[in-house]
């Protein structure tokens, strides 16, 4: 009797590209507010808005934006 194989899976399945260092960045500041118990939208657009890293055109973060870079990033 053969041993059952789960099915071969890529770590990054969706990505079309080798994230760029401001990625990088908004990851690990997402990881942050998330290990500081944000839960809600308006708790991780607080925790950018306090963090380093900048929306890509600058400014401020708002749900708008944060919301449209994530579907643009497909997250």
Same mark, same amino acid.
């Given at each position: ?24 960045? %908004? ?5 942050? /507010? ?6 809600? %939208?308006?708790?991780? /657009?607080?925790? %950018? ?27």
């Amino acid at each position: 009797m053969s041993t059952y194989q789960f099915p071969a899976l890529e770590v990054h399945q969706t990505r079309d590209h080798e994230p760029t260092e401001w990625e990088y960045s %908004l990851a690990d500041a997402l990881e942050s /507010i998330f290990a500081r118990g944000a839960k809600e %939208l308006p708790q991780v /657009i607080e925790g %950018l808005n306090n963090s380093r890293v900048r929306p890509p055109h600058g400014g401020a973060w708002t749900e708008q934006n944060f919301t449209a870079l994530m579907q643009e990033l497909g997250a």
